[in-house]
Each structure stands twice: as C-alpha cells, then as structure tokens.
C-alpha cells in the first residue's frame, strides 16, 4: 500500500485535505495525525475490522484497549453509559487537552476497542487539525499512538513514516507535537479517581479539582505478579529504543563521574554508547555520543524532546544509552514513568 503523506497548516488546515481523510476513516482506512501529545493512529472506532487494522499496523497486543478521540463534547455521550462527577469536573478543567478518562462504555463501542473492558478510554484533544480532522469524519475516531508497539511514540511526522509507511492509507503531517508525551490518563469510572499514566495535565492539577485521587502502584514501580497496571498498555516495556537504557541517579557530580566511567568501560569492550544528557551537563562528558534532551530547569524541553532523543539514538545504533534522571514532582513524574519504562526501571544509584 501506498501511504500518502500531507502536510497540512495547524493554524488553518486545509479543508480539502481533510475531507479527503475524514473520507478515508468513514470507508475503514487509517490516518496517522498529530494531536498535543504525540501522533495519533487513527480509524473508524465504532468499525471492528477498521480496529483490527490498527492492532495489524502497530502489530499491537489484541489486549491493549485503545482511546477514542472526540471532536468536540457532543461526541462524548453516545459513546459511554454515564458521565459521572468527577469526570464532569475534569471535562470542565481540561477538555479540549492532554487528559483521557476511562468511563463505563456504551453498548455501541465495539470489544476490538475496549480489548473486553467494560470502560472506554476517551480523549478530546485540542491540537486544531485533530478536532477538525474528527469533527469531519463525524465519527468517534480510535486513535492510539502512531508507532511500531513497543517504540518510542511519534512526536513528528517523519517518526510515523518510518515506523508504518506502506501499512497505512494517509499520514498528516502538522509539525513536531507540543508536549511529545502522551496524556494523561485518570479512570473515572469508579468511586474514586485513579491516575493510570501521568501525563501533561498532573497529579497536582488534578487533585485542585477533585480532591485527592489514587494512583495505580504500576505508575512508579516495575510491573511484577503483584503491581499488574489497570492501563493494559503500561504493562508492556514500552517507549524503547533497540540500545539498553540505563538510568544513573544521585548527587549530581556523582552521577557524571559514574557514567563517565561507564561509558568508558563499555567502548573498551567495543560498545557503542550514548548519553542522554541536559544543557547543563553536555559538556561535562568526555566520550560517548552525547545527545542533549532538554534543559533541567525547564521539564517542558525534556518532555517535548524525549522521545525524538531515544529514537536518535536509535538512529544512531548505539549499544546502550546512560541517561540522568529528573524530579518527579509536576510534569516530572510524566517523564520519570517514560525513562523508567524505557530502562525497564534499571537504575543504578550513586
Ligand atoms: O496522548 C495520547 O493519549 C495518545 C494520542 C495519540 O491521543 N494516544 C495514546 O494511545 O497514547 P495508546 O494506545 O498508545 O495508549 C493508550 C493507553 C494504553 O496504555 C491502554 O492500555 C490504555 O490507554 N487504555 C485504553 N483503554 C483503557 C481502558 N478502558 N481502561 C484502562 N486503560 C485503557
Ligand atoms: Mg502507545
């Protein structure tokens, strides 16, 4: 198959175009395209066989639900049973933006959706192409993260060509995505609400309007038989590059020394090593490739850029990748769930 790839204007998309790909959704095909977050994947939600292309392309687990993305709010309704409370407070607080919430599904979206849950995951982003794009099509519009599973997702059009050009119909192409991390995830579906992935909208942001909520223990800890995560998807050693990652944590210049060290340990025995280091640091490491993701006093760099620095580093081909670690207060913890994940929370401490 040939994937065509569009470029399309955020502040004013061409109508033409998107026609064109609402088109392509309503007749069952996909549509890779950018939201706030990361690039989404995009099909027919309420169309089982359009579903079953995602899980193909992505070559996904069939038991990882996906999220439906909405256009604007009216989209909300007939796609779950209730909007409870708390989920009408974050809808006032958050929506159009980068928070999803699980809520009891209605009876018209289909189990290739909801992987059998009885909750539906649901977003209404506020990127302007992908509003438009869905409220277009006129359908809920399922959308997971445009990436091969398993890979960092997609925070740029060309990270969604190299992973799936040739298994899908259309890519829009509308820039590098704000946040490059995916949403927030809360589950509202039960009495209190549950934090099943941080994201862009925190915990803190949150609890201003909820009052205090749960998190899932998969959020900071490796998923063992005890710790099994409520978001299916988080269970998987996702967001990695091919190299190891290993995270370095201390006082901050142990932390260089230690991985100077390392890194001079493993080009000894023939590796090819990359660092992942901050404006702060760049120049404080004597070998390696060393790759700059972001400045440490401004987490929304490092957000934006972490998942374009991993699949670099990809690129690159090195063997293993030390990366410093971050506070986990604020958007901090967003990026602490998506190294860890990539390092399979291998860490050492110094
Ligand atoms: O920012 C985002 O959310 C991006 C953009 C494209 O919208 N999408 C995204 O989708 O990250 P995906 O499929 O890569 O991640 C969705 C996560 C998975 O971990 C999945 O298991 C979880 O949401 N999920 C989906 N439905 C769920 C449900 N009913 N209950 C709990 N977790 C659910
Ligand atoms: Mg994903």
């Not at 957000?303 to 293993?320: E, P, T």
Request: glycine share 10%.
């Amino acid at each position: 198959m040939e994937t065509k790839l569009v470029k399309v204007d955020i502040d004013n998309p061409e109508k033409d175009i998107l026609t064109e790909a609402a088109e392509i959704l309503r007749n069952g095909g996909l549509v890779a395209f950018p939201t706030e977050t990361v690039y989404g994947l995009g099909a027919n939600g309420l169309d089982e066989a359009a579903c079953r292309r995602i899980y193909e392309a992505k070559g996904r687990p069939s038991d990882n639900p996906l999220i439906l993305t909405i256009g604007d709010l009216d989209g909300l309704y007939p796609i779950v049973k209730c909007v409870t409370e708390d989920a009408k407070k974050i809808i006032d607080a958050f929506w159009p933006g980068p928070i999803t919430l699980v809520l009891p599904k209605a009876d018209c979206v289909p189990s290739a959706v909801t992987g059998g849950l009885d909750t539906v995951a649901v977003r209404y982003p506020s990127n302007k192409i992908a509003r438009e794009l869905i409220k277009t099509a006129g359908i809920p519009v399922a959308a997971p993260s445009a990436n091969s599973s398993g890979k960092p997702s997609p925070t740029r059009a060309s990270h969604v060509d190299f992973d799936l050009n040739g298994k899908i119909e259309m890519i829009i192409d509308g820039g590098a995505c704000d946040w490059g991390l995916e949403s927030t995830i809360l589950d509202v579906s039960g009495e209190k609400p549950v934090l099943l992935r941080p994201g862009a909208v925190t915990q803190e942001m949150i609890e201003e309007v909820v009052g205090k909520i749960d998190v899932d223990p998969a959020v900071y800890s490796k998923p063992s038989a005890d710790i099994v995560p409520k978001a299916p998807g988080m269970k998987y050693k996702h967001y990695s590059p091919l190299a190891n990652v290993i995270l370095v944590s201390g006082s901050g210049d142990n932390v260089i020394e230690t991985i100077n060290r390392k890194v001079k340990e493993d080009i000894k025995k023939g590796m090819k090593v990359g660092v992942m280091a901050t404006t702060q640091t760049k120049d404080r490491y004597d070998e390696g490739e060393v790759l700059v993701v972001g400045d440490r006093d401004k987490p929304e760099t490092i957000g934006a850029n972490l998942f374009k620095i991993l699949r670099k580093f990809d690129f690159i081909g090195v063997d293993v990748v030390y990366s410093e670690v971050f506070d986990e207060d604020g958007e901090g913890a967003a990026i602490m769930n998506r190294l860890n994940k990539a390092a399979g929370f291998n860490c050492i401490k110094c």
